[in-house]
């Protein structure tokens, strides 16, 4: 991921520095397994641990030589190791894969608990907003047309609910994605005992594989890129409802919008929902490294390496973007303004034609049929779209042509919006309890 959607904390996970941190760790976890094992002398151990680890630089130079990093990475690191005879016992009966497969499930699963960090403050900060306008009226739309009145705290009582469900299926996945092996060539243990695989597992709070073959299936892995992606297009979710409703045409809602920033090079009276968009965008990124990680599922035989190349970009990519997009949009909630006149403004534009449903219902108590009473509220309806004539107007005339009786004091009492959004309650009490 480039540097400008990059954010510090996450953008070290996935540093080539760290990753060499983490395979030390790996390495050295092993060969302390091995001496309490016997199977090393244990007096290389603390000459291996207080090795610094090699410069990416330097691991850089080798490889260009060897064309395999994790040889370069183990030639870089003998080099620092005192004395470097020690490290000949470093990578004792272990293949490529264990290293690899080992260090990435404590990687992610450190850039896990990032995200699931700043999940939680997200839920926390859409649940706040939703129940700040749990009365907020506004007009509920279907397919972009005006519906029936809602409240501003319902929508985003949603978005909240949905990014809660997210944030448990990350968490999910974080088991799922913490699995490591350290099994050998092609997965038998050969050189290597299963009680080196536990030890490890238990000490970087992994779970060792029920089974590897070379490699660690990538079905963990998958899922765990999945469930970023479901993440991402809940903020999606959210970033498009602000951008519909920033429109001209609409003005309900507002991104923050600071002192200085500027909205178009050619036009000064532009305030661009260019937060929103961005969120939009870079979901499509994390969706689309969906693909290419599930395709590391089936792989040759016990193993090859056509899923290495594709993971060594999708997962910092899908986390570290995952991790920009919880971050704006937790910005984007924060600072978003609600025109809440503006929302009753837009109840009302359409004279009235939201309450539709609502007369439906009363006439047909009245004792006419369903297909005379639709017959009759959607004519009145087409005439107020046409004529920009009320709704209760055109609604009395066409009952009077057809011999209909209406119940003014009863329309009056039903047309109200707030008489649409009084069972919500059941939803904000839940919205209260979500953490």
């Known amino acids: ?54 410069t990416p630089e330097r691991v850089a130079e080798i490889e260009a030589v060897t064309q395999h990093d994790v040889i370069a990475f183990l030639t870089a690191w003998a080099d620092n190791t005192e004395p470097r005879d020690a490290a000949k016992w470093v990578h004792f009966g272990m293949t490529s894969s264990d290293l690899l497969d080992t260090a990435l499930a ?16 997200l839920v926390a900060v859409l649940r706040d907003h939703a129940l700040e306008h749990q009365a907020t009226l506004r007009v509920g739309r279907t397919h972009g047309i005006h519906g029936e009145p809602d409240v501003w705290g319902h929508r985003v009582a949603d978005f909240a609910f949905a990014m809660a469900r997210s944030r448990d299926r990350l968490h999910r996945a974080r088991e799922a994605v913490g699995v490591m092996a350290i ?110 990680v599930m395709e590391g599922i089936p792989l040759w035989h016990e193993r090859d390496i056509s899923h290495s190349s594709t993971e060594r970009i999708s997962l910092p990519d899908a986390a570290i973007a995952t991790d920009y997009l919880l971050h704006l949009t937790t910005r984007l909630m924060r600072g978003l303004v609600v025109d809440s006149d503006r929302m009753r403004h837009n109840l009302e534009s359409t004279h009235g034609l939201i309450y539709s449903s609502t007369v439906v219902s009363e006439l047909i108590e009245t004792g006419m049929s369903r297909e005379d009473v639709y017959a009759l509220v959607q004519t009145a309806a087409m005439r107020t779209w046409q004529e920009d004539t009320p709704f209760r107007e055109t609604l009395r005339e066409e009952a009077a042509t057809r011999g209909a009786q209406l119940d003014e004091a009863r329309l009056d009492e039903v047309c109200r919006p707030e008489r649409f959004v009084r069972r919500l309650d059941r939803v904000f009490d839940k919205l209260k309890s979500l953490s």
């Open 106 to 121: 404590a990687q992610l699963v450190e850039a896990t608990d990032i995200l699931l960090a700043k999940a939680d403050d």
């Open 183 to 292: 099994s050998g060539p092609v997965g038998t243990y050969s050189n290597i005992d299963p009680r080196i695989e536990g030890y490890v597992a238990e000490k970087l709070g992994l779970r060792a594989a029920d089974v590897s073959t070379q490699v660690v299936i990538r079905d963990g892995i998958s899922e765990w890129v999945g469930s970023l992606a479901i993440m991402s297009t809940v903020c999606e979710a959210i970033a498009l409802e602000v951008r519909h409703g920033q429109r001209t045409e609409v003005r309900e809602l507002w991104e923050p919008f600071g002192k200085g920033q500027k909205g178009s090079s050619a036009m000064p009276h532009k305030k661009n929902p260019i937060m929103s968009e961005r969120i939009c965008g870079m979901a499509r990124n994390v969706r689309a490294q969906i693909v290419p």
């Open 1 to 54: 991921m480039i540097e400008r959607y990059t954010l510090p904390e996450m953008g070290r996970v996935f540093s080539d520095a760290h990753k060499y941190e983490l395979w030390c760790q790996v390495e050295t976890l092993v060969l302390e397994a091995h001496a309490v094992a016997g199977t090393v002398p244990t007096d290389v151990v603390e000459p291996v641990r207080q090795a610094p680890p090699p």
